[in-house]
């Protein structure tokens, strides 16, 4: 509720580009000329005049939206105390920041421009916000907006929801395209195709995984989206590969995709199935997102609604009798998570030098009775290596099952997600499974000299490939979802302790301790491991192998297929390495 009060306080609805003339324009400048291999950026002779904005938001309907940051309300001239006091309180929030055009929630790529953290004296510049923003509500919207940014050679980007690590979503001077509002979601009782007959579901971009999963529910089916309820399913979560608690059963979201449409940089509409545009399918599946045209859709495989139950609990270094018997602990856990993801189990949890969180331990087509029979051997190995001090009563485990997943999730998980923030960098990697199986104890030794430095895990088991149970419902059709994720044991966020009352300039140094320091220790115990595409870091050494693992020259031959002109850009998005920026945020061909 404070959330929701505090955008309509804010009144930050749809600013119209006719009512802002020069609220955030910087002082009166002589305009430069830019490179012609370089996007315009505002100060620049190319940049559109305002009577060219003014006829793009009479041809829209009046939908183009002058940005605004949310943060201006804790800076003069527009400082306000009772708002700026909510916004520092909320301040990261999805729900603060996914409803809005133009915000988005890497701190790291906010660069505190126009924050709560920064003084009040001090101005607020868009930074890397988009100028402006087109709320999408067709596909022609989006054709006028593509047209638009090409004639004046302005950097485009696709705002969905604004979670992407690596500001995808934003970028200066751009021309946003903002998705939120293009949200439908229909169900298809009996899709019909030579690759799959059945129950469907077609989720447009803006739709958020939490509003799809509900609604399949309430129809009597369960939909793969992620664990965060306002991430956008049809965004980059399909086109990433996207894990959930459901991966284990049901497999990887993209590995239920049937079909994409979307909008390529010359305007034509295209369907991509594995039938039709078959490439250019493999490609949005899992192969990335935001690089190959702009999404309009995407139609999803659904499963009947089973019966789903949930564990949870948590226990600290003291309660395990010491560090050392924690970390002993730690390893037990890990070793007995094996069997337990080769029966379709999911686990997601917070790990840290001194506890253990455990959100859940997701078992769809369990009832609590049986997940707690799977269960058994990991909690008597736990109170085993602890000398019985980590028994079912000390760590609080808590068993709950309901007739659906998502009204397990609705009531067990969810409320956790929605207060989490994004940390000023983070990082990710998996856990191979070969690593697990040959040598867990070297992981662990690993996992605890990083959280001796201070950093944390948000951790996700996945159930890889293993000779003890493959009935995990098989990909629709091949895809590119990065093979190191298929082989993973688990996925990690790794990312260190961070207050917004660190100078900004704490969090300089922590990218560069993660990225120099923490990363390399990763990888000297576990090589090649790679991470996940949604979920690391932006300035990865070797993004390639990383976040792709062996896809990318196929991927990258389709990008040039279907936009040879690279007009979609993303800082780790196929294509990455053809741009550069200058010394002023200017994006650029190299």
Known sequence: MLVQFLTAALGFSATRAESIQALLEPEPFRAVQSAPHCKN??????????????KLNRTLGGNLISTVPLGSVCHDPTYDETKCKELTQNWGLAQLDVPQPAEFMSLYFQNNSCTPFSPRSTK??????????????????????????????????????????????????????????????????????NYYNGPAMRVQTG??????????????????????????????YLAGGGHSYLAGVYGFGADNVLEWELI????????ATPNENTALYWALSGGGGGTYGVVLSATVRVF?????????????????????????????????????IDQGVVAEYGLSNDSLVVTGIMAPGHTSDSLQSLLRPLLRALSGTSKSQLTEQSIGIRYSQNKSYYELYRVQIQSHLEGLVFPAT???????????????????????EIANRGYSFAAITLNAINTVRNQTAPPIAPNAVQPNFV???????????????????????????????????????????????????????????????????ELEAI????????????????????????????????
């Not at 995984?209 to 965004?235: D, F, I, L, N, R």
């Not at 019966?307 to 890990?334: K, L, M, P, R």
Request: proline residues 4%; charged residues 20%.
């Open 41 to 54: 950026i505002p100060g620049d002779a190319g940049w559109p005049q305002q009577q060219a904005w003014f």
């Open 124 to 193: 607020c510049e868009l930074g890397n916000y988009a100028s402006y923003s087109i709320n999408i509500r067709s596909a022609d919207d989006v054709r006028l907006g593509l047209e638009f940014a090409q004639k004046h050679n302005i950097r485009l980007v696709i705002k969905n929801s604004g979670h992407d690590f690596y500001g995808h979503s934003t970028g200066k001077g751009s021309l946003a395209l903002w998705m939120h509002n293009y949200n439908e979601v229909k169900l298809i009782k009996n899709y019909t195709s």
């Open 207 to 236: 739709a958020e995984g939490g509003t799809a999963a509900s609604y399949a529910a309430e129809h009597g089916y369960t939909v793969v989206s992620g664990a965060c309820p306002t991430v956008k399913m049809a965004g980059g």
């Open 264 to 271: 390529k940089a010359d305007g034509s509409r295209v369907v």
């Open 304 to 340: 009947p609604n089973e019966v789903t139950a949930n564990a949870a609990f948590s226990f600290t270094a003291n309660q395990a009798g010491g560090i050392d018997q924690f970390w002993d602990s730690i390893s037990v856990f890990h070793q007995e998570l094996r069997a337990l």
């Open 426 to 448: 983070i990082a990710g990697r998996f856990i191979p499974r070969r690593a697990m199986e040959q040598d867990s104890a070297k992981v662990d030794m690993t996992l605890r």
């Open 487 to 553: 082989d993973a044991y688990s996925s990690l966020m790794i990312y260190p302790h961070w207050s917004n009352e660190l100078p900004w300039s704490e969090a300089e140094i922590l990218q560069q301790e993660l990225v120099s320091e923490i990363l390399p220790l990763f990888d000297a115990a576990m090589p090649d491991a790679g991470a996940y595409k949604n979920e690391a870091n932006w300035a990865e050494k070797d993004i390639r192998n990383s976040f792709y693992g062996g896809t990318y020259d």
């Open 559 to 590: 990008k040039r297929e279907v936009d040879p002109s690279g007009f979609f850009y993303g800082i780790t998005s196929v294509g990455f390495d053809n741009f550069e920026w200058d010394n002023k945020g200017r994006l650029c061909r190299k």
